[in-house]
């Protein structure tokens, strides 16, 4: 799993200029395994550069009569206002680092004033002979009144000779960063087509000096060569387009009006401008980029019902182009999951031209209804797309760089799923343009006003999304948080009982060797310890039961237990069990000692004929039948005064793999779950049974109707108003997933149900803030469901005592954060969080260098 990257890298560099990013892959993860195994084709630009300073290569001398190792010669100019300093600028004709041509370094101190030019010569002699004198610096010394250059071998290890068939001119920065560069002949290296080559005893030479498209038309020859003048009169020449010379489909005629593109299969060519890129890593470490493309501003077919953008799958290749590129692109068109795209194999992608205006983007508010989603998105595909100022953030932001918005147009506080069919079109995800690095993008909330949001629109997990680009300014104003909800104290002869997930809680040990096991840093578990026991004492207030869902070892719950006894008065007894899930995660079950007595536990598995690749060595199933739960139900016997009790905590397959390909995998699980219950029903009418925990389906699909038939059970959440009554919020749609449900013998001893809202609508980001504003909040991606029963005659509670019941857990001493571990840290992410508090803040995207 790659969630852990950018939090270690902040954590371990402590640093306070960096505001915390975000934890990777929550379990609602956007990263998909690409099916694509190829390498991206060349691209004909490999080398980007940098905004340039005002320093540009103005005449270049490579054919001169005679001796040419003693002759040639280079031209900078300051096209700028300021004086430059050109200490550790290099020119060169070596266009990659370590390779074998040449590059030099200006001598310490030299500057250059604007509008001043400089001549780097071979050598003096050589330049004197044809112009009588001297060059401002020599690559070899010839002449002591002459400064020479100095060597750069951290780029280059040979010499400047230029070619005469072609050759590329290179200037450096200091940190080696390309500001400005030439090619000529029969190089291609930069721009294409070339500058044209001259003839001996010319020169090329940028006409006018300041005059930048980073394209042949900047140079012209010059029969008279002039060193050390330069002229910036005349007006720039506008490059040629070569859209006016090739008649290139537009994309729409690739994309067509259905949802398959009317070219599949087929492999084509044509132009537009790159409108942004997407990185994502997948769940085996591998980093896939994607970039789109859009038709060139007038070159469009014109057609509504067709998309004007497509996305061009690159592969494992880092894109070098960049957004405002014109590019020519030749490949097949596939498609991949629903998207359409242009395939990696064999792709070629030609830079034409840079710095091109970007198709105004289309104003995004989709309609609710599944039915016309697809209709209004499906010619939007590929296509710069905006939402109206201010969007309202319905989903919180996540580790892997997004949260989700519904246009001001949505009045409606929140979007909820109670059936798959629910209408949830309304709500727009927002994709960073990288799901590993995105410092500067916001961490908000739900509710959360955001400004600036515009990108391509790309389609995966069954949404179309926007990818906000690096760069672009995006505001925020934020909501407070508001006070944190606590559970109420109980009253006499009362228990409650909670389900908690407790999101990937894991210890230091690698005990899988799979990437998919998280794997935390000591700090990283010290405080995600520190939520959860705060979330016990503080938020849930003691439950009397607590069903635990994502732990992976009875010792981390021993080690929650004992930091949790200070704030509860007793220490929690533990009920653990091994299961068969792959990462480790398992199910358990925590009682306050003083008032209950585990009598036993045990796993309830089971056999289906569906095809889960569930392996549990314990289980030995028919032919052609395999394990059904990777998390078995934890099925527990105690008694709570007396009066007995069976708690059955549950943890269903989840989604991953699809929701509709799921579906029946849950199904099974939830019908062996009401079978134990109908058994246990029919020895006993009066059986008080709780069935609980995460269930990943919605409240009325199937899985939990199937619990619910025939008044076996039922779900006291469902007594819940509409307004609150959810538990999960996935791609901005809150749904209720958890669930608590009870025999006809307990629905009536119900005193209180809620869910308590301190962790869905929150960013990932406060996952690891323990200042005491945060605390309650974000320990945990779902919500806290908690009931309250009113019994019977319960013992009074003896302050501090502990019962320990079987199995017996294995309590190990807790580790103790040493004091101010928090404090010299933890307040850089508190300050200027845009979650914390009021206020309106401005974002600046940036660009990983």
Not at 671 to 696: Q, R, T
Request: proline share 8%.
């Amino acid at each position: 799993m790659h969630q852990k990257f950018v939090w270690r890298w902040l954590l371990l560099g402590a640093t306070a200029v960096f505001y915390l990013t975000t934890i990777f892959q929550p379990t609602h993860a956007f990263a998909e395994d690409r099916g694509h195994g190829q390498e991206s084709g060349p691209s004909e630009r490999k080398h980007a550069q940098i905004p340039n300073p005002g320093l540009l290569l103005t005449e270049v001398f490579y054919n001169p009569p005679g001796e040419e190792s003693e002759r040639e010669w280079l031209e900078i100019a300051n096209v700028g206002t300021a004086v430059l300093d050109l200490s550790d600028i290099k020119i060169g004709d070596e266009e990659q680092s370590g390779g074998g041509e040449g590059m030099r370094r200006f001598p310490d101190g030299t500057l250059l004033e604007p509008e001043q030019a400089v001549v780097v010569a071979q050598t003096a002699v050589g330049f004197r002979f044809l112009y009588g004198t001297n060059p401002d610096f020599e690559l070899t010394d010839s002449d002591p009144a002459v400064p020479d250059m100095r060597s750069a071998l951290l780029w280059a290890t040979g010499d400047i000779a230029l070619a005469n068939d072609g050759d590329e001119v290179v200037l450096l920065n200091e940190r080696n960063l390309i500001i400005d560069s030439v090619n000529y002949g029969d190089q291609t290296t930069f721009f294409g087509p070339a500058v044209t080559a001259v003839f001996q005893n010319q020169s090329i030479e940028r006409h006018p000096a300041n005059c930048d498209t980073d394209t042949a038309t900047d140079w012209q020859p010059q029969e008279m060569p002039t060193p050390g003048t330069v002229q910036f009169d005349d007006a720039c020449r506008a490059p040629l387009n070569p859209a006016e010379l090739e008649n290139l489909p537009p994309i729409g005629t690739i994309q067509g009006a259905g949802e398959v593109a009317a070219a599949l299969n087929q492999n084509v060519t044509f132009r537009g401008i790159v409108t942004g890129v997407y990185e994502d890593r997948n769940t085996a470490g591998t980093t896939f980029y994607t970039a789109f493309v859009q038709d060139i501003p007038g070159y469009e077919d014109g057609d509504p019902a067709t998309s004007d953008g497509i996305a061009i799958f690159l592969g494992r290749e880092r894109p070098s182009f960049q957004m405002g590129d014109q590019v020519r692109v030749s490949g097949l068109v596939t498609e991949f999951f629903g998207l359409t795209e242009i395939d990696d194999n064999a792709l070629q992608i030609k830079v034409e031209l840079s710095g091109q205006p970007l198709p105004l983007p289309i104003l995004v508010d989709p309609p609710a209804a599944p039915d016309a989603l697809a209709a209004y998105f499906e010619p939007l595909e590929g296509m710069r797309g905006q939402i109206a100022d201010p969007a309202r953030v319905v989903g919180p932001t996540f580790s892997s760089c997004g949260f989700a918005v519904v246009a001001p147009t949505v009045t409606t506080p929140r979007i909820f799923r109670r059936v798959l069919s629910d209408p949830i079109g309304q709500v727009v995800p927002i994709l960073y343009q990288s799901d590993q690095f995105c410092d500067g993008f916001p961490h908000v909330k739900t509710g959360d006003l955001v400004s600036g949001l515009v990108g391509p629109l790309t389609y995966n997990f069954d949404q179309f999304k926007i990818v906000q680009q690096a760069g672009v300014e995006v505001g925020v104003t934020a909501v407070a948080l508001p006070p944190p909800p606590a559970a109420p104290d109980l009253l006499v002869d009362q228990i409650s009982i909670a389900s908690f997930n407790m999101e990937n809680y894991f210890d230091l040990n690698d005990d899988t060797g799979d990437d998919a096991e998280p794997k935390p840093l000591e700090l990283e578990l010290h405080l995600k310890q520190q939520k959860l026991a705060a979330a016990l004492t503080q938020t849930l207030n003691c439950p009397t039961l607590v069903a635990v869902q994502e732990v992976e070892t009875g010792i981390l719950l021993d080690e929650l237990a004992l930091l949790a006894a200070p704030g509860c008065g007793f220490t929690y007894a533990v009920t653990h069990l091994d299961s068969a899930d792959a990462r480790g995660i398992d199910l358990a079950l925590l009682s306050n000692p003083n008032l209950v007595t585990v009598q036993s536990a045990q796993l309830m598995q089971s056999c289906t004929v569906l095809e889960t690749a569930v392996t549990d060595p314990r289980l030995s199933c028919p032919e052609g039948q395999a394990a059904l739960f990777s998390r078995p139900p934890l099925l527990v016997e105690l008694l709570v005064a007396e009066r007995p009790f069976t708690v059955i905590v549950n943890h269903f397959k989840s989604k991953l793999g699809g929701e509709v390909e799921t579906a029946p995998w849950r199904l099974a699980q939830a019908k062996h779950v009401a079978g134990l219950v109908s058994a246990i029903l029919a020895e006993n009418p009066e059986a008080n049974v709780i069935v609980l925990g995460d269930f990943n389906d919605f409240e009325q699909a199937a899985p939990l109707r199937t619990l619910a038939e025939n008044g076996r059970l039922e779900n006291v959440l469902l007594r819940l108003p509409d307004e609150t009554r959810y538990s999960f919020v996935y791609g901005g749609v809150a749904q209720l997933i958890d669930g608590i449900f009870l025999t006809p013998a307990l629905q009536d001893d119900v005193a209180g149900v809620m869910i308590l809202h301190v962790n869905a609508d929150y960013p990932d980001a406060l996952a690891v803030d323990v200042s005491p504003a945060a605390l309650p909040f974000k320990t945990t991606d779902h919500d806290l469901p908690l009931l309250i029963l009113q019994l019977e005659a319960l013992p009074t509670p003896e302050p501090g005592a502990t019962a320990v019941p079987s199995p017996t857990p294995t309590v190990i001493a807790p580790i103790a954060p040493a004091a101010g571990v928090f404090g010299g840290w933890i307040w850089w992410v508190v300050v200027g969080l845009v979650v914390v508090g009021g206020g309106t803040a401005v974002w600046w995207k940036r660009q990983r260098p």
